[in-house]
């Protein structure tokens, strides 16, 4: 019964894409006519401090199971730096990024890979969240208001991909540029605190320090990103693809 | 016999008075001395850098708070981080200068006038009370940004 549902749901997503690609390449296009290299510049790559952020940009990743690491941890550890999460082995400690190991049993063939909110264009969380705390920004990036949050952890609970986290302990000398607090939720936020300001996220730059070059980021609205001609030309796929939830984070490799 | 208790209950009533007076004799000679620092009082600070805030320090006293909030949800929502009304530019300028906070005590800048207006200050619970260093500029930058520079060079 379920299953035509579902068929006419992917149907309905696919024509979607490509409309979305068609008028982001059709702006492209104007962008280049108009002024070369200026106006592309500022289409492709986000804006300046001052102005709000537009969908014209979505970013997103691309995870290569095949160049991640086994038993590299670095991009957790950049995370847990940068936004001052101290993660642990109790069921209480937050975790914004985790190492998952995969095993196929018939073949013994090993992977890890991180696994980290995937920022979803149809985000489950924001669905549930009673007070609009959890929300997606134009740009695709899924965050917590933590102003508005009242911690009922129905988000928690809603996420497929055990991506978000509660506070339990009180907080001192948090990291200026992102704040956190005992009672909220929350989860990767991709570095938006970095992205604002034209940088790449902590473990993108973690991932590359060590040579491992793993994590692609980049706009997925741009044709001419890196991430977009990779995902157009190589085979990647989304964690419960079933979900139709069309996630910003792709994984390769497997 | 109404003699004898007339005159207990005077000896009773004499008594009551003199600890009462002595008492109170007491709690007035203990106090007196504090009565310069009885009750909370506002410590501000000079700002560490800047001639004058970002706006009237009068406007500011009243409205600062109108100011954060809108500002907060223009970063959060938006990503505008730019804003002239930052709780970051606030620290850094604010700051106590023997431990770069503005919270801790009653002498603190927030705290202080908070504790005097009785109003509760839950932007801390959260948000860093330190400034962050000035750090080097940005380390690593988006590739296709750099790749787009690379581009216009040619």
Same mark, same amino acid.
């Given at each position: /019964?379920?299953?035509?549902? @579902?068929?006419?749901?992917q149907?309905? #997503?696919?024509?979607?894409?490509?409309?979305?690609?068609?008028?982001?390449g059709?702006?492209?296009?104007?962008g280049?006519?108009l002024?070369?290299g200026?106006v592309v510049?500022?289409?492709? @790559?986000?804006k300046?401090?001052?102005?709000?952020v537009t969908? *014209?940009? &979505?970013w997103? /990743?691309l995870?290569?199971?095949?160049?991640?690491?086994?038993g590299?941890?670095?991009?957790?550890?950049?995370c847990?730096?940068?936004?001052?999460? *101290?993660?642990?082995?109790?069921?209480?400690?937050?975790h914004?990024i985790r190492?998952?190991e995969?095993k196929?049993m018939r073949?013994?063939?090993?992977?890890?890979l991180?696994?980290m909110?995937?920022h979803?264009e149809?985000p489950?969380?924001?669905?549930v969240c009673?007070?609009?705390?959890?929300?997606k &920004?134009a740009?695709?990036?899924?965050?917590?208001d &933590?102003?508005?949050?009242i911690?009922?952890r129905?988000?928690? /609970?809603?996420?497929?991909?055990?991506?978000?986290?509660?506070v @339990?302990?009180t907080?001192?000398d948090?990291?200026p540029d992102?704040?956190r607090? *005992?009672?909220?939720v929350?989860?990767c936020? /991709?570095?938006?605190? &970095?992205?604002?300001?034209? #940088?790449?996220?902590?473990?993108?730059?973690a991932?590359?320090k060590a040579?491992h070059?793993?994590?692609?980021f980049?706009?997925?609205?741009?044709p001419n990103s890196?991430i977009? *001609?990779?995902i157009?030309?190589?085979?990647?796929v #989304?964690?419960?693809a079933?979900?139709?939830?069309?996630?910003?984070?792709r994984?390769?490799?497997? | +016999?109404a003699r004898?208790?007339?005159n207990r +209950?005077?000896?009773?009533?004499?008594?009551i008075?003199a600890v009462?007076c002595?008492?109170?004799?007491?709690?007035?000679?203990?106090?007196?001395?504090?009565?310069?620092?009885?009750?909370?009082?506002?410590?501000?600070?000079?700002?560490?850098?800047?001639?004058?805030?970002v706006?009237?320090? =009068?406007?500011?006293?009243?409205?600062?708070?109108?100011?954060? +909030?809108?500002q907060?949800?223009?970063?959060m929502h938006?990503?505008?981080?730019?804003?002239k009304?930052?709780?970051? !530019?606030?620290?850094?300028c604010?700051?106590?200068? !023997?431990d770069?906070?503005?919270?801790?005590?009653d002498?603190?800048f927030?705290?202080?006038c908070?504790?005097y207006?009785?109003?509760s200050?839950?932007?801390?619970?959260?948000?860093?009370?330190k400034a962050?260093?000035?750090? $080097?500029a940005? $380390?690593?930058?988006l590739? =296709? =940004?750099?790749a787009?520079v690379?581009?216009e060079k040619k």
């Amino acid at each position: /019964m379920n299953q035509p549902q @579902h068929e006419q749901d992917q149907a309905t #997503q696919s024509v979607d894409t490509h409309r979305r690609n068609f008028i982001g390449g059709s702006a492209a296009l104007a962008g280049l006519t108009l002024a070369p290299g200026v106006v592309v510049y500022g289409l492709a @790559h986000g804006k300046t401090d001052a102005e709000p952020v537009t969908n *014209k940009v &979505r970013w997103g /990743m691309l995870i290569d199971s095949g160049k991640c690491a086994d038993g590299c941890t670095d991009c957790v550890t950049a995370c847990n730096t940068e936004n001052g999460v *101290k993660s642990g082995p109790l069921e209480t400690d937050p975790h914004w990024i985790r190492k998952v190991e995969l095993k196929d049993m018939r073949t013994g063939r090993e992977q890890s890979l991180p696994v980290m909110c995937q920022h979803c264009e149809e985000p489950p969380c924001v669905d549930v969240c009673p007070t609009g705390a959890s929300f997606k &920004r134009a740009d695709g990036i899924v965050l917590v208001d &933590r102003h508005i949050c009242i911690g009922c952890r129905y988000c928690i /609970m809603a996420c497929p991909y055990k991506a978000r986290s509660f506070v @339990h302990e009180t907080l001192t000398d948090q990291n200026p540029d992102v704040p956190r607090g *005992k009672g909220c939720v929350e989860s990767c936020t /991709m570095c938006v605190h &970095r992205v604002d300001q034209g #940088q790449n996220p902590a473990c993108v730059e973690a991932c590359s320090k060590a040579g491992h070059e793993a994590i692609l980021f980049g706009d997925l609205n741009d044709p001419n990103s890196d991430i977009a *001609k990779r995902i157009a030309s190589h085979a990647t796929v #989304q964690l419960r693809a079933d979900l139709a939830l069309n996630q910003g984070i792709r994984y390769e490799g497997f | +016999m109404a003699r004898l208790a007339s005159n207990r +209950m005077w000896k009773w009533t004499v008594g009551i008075i003199a600890v009462l007076c002595l008492s109170i004799a007491y709690a007035a000679s203990s106090t007196a001395p504090q009565a310069s620092k009885a009750g909370p009082t506002i410590v501000i600070d000079k700002a560490r850098a800047g001639e004058h805030c970002v706006e009237d320090t =009068a406007f500011m006293r009243k409205n600062h708070m109108k100011l954060l +909030m809108h500002q907060r949800d223009e970063t959060m929502h938006k990503g505008i981080r730019n804003g002239k009304y930052s709780l970051k !530019k606030c620290i850094n300028c604010h700051a106590s200068t !023997k431990d770069d906070r503005v919270v801790g005590s009653d002498e603190h800048f927030c705290q202080s006038c908070h504790t005097y207006a009785a109003v509760s200050l839950d932007c801390w619970e959260c948000h860093s009370t330190k400034a962050k260093p000035v750090q $080097a500029a940005a $380390a690593s930058t988006l590739p =296709a =940004a750099a790749a787009s520079v690379a581009g216009e060079k040619k």
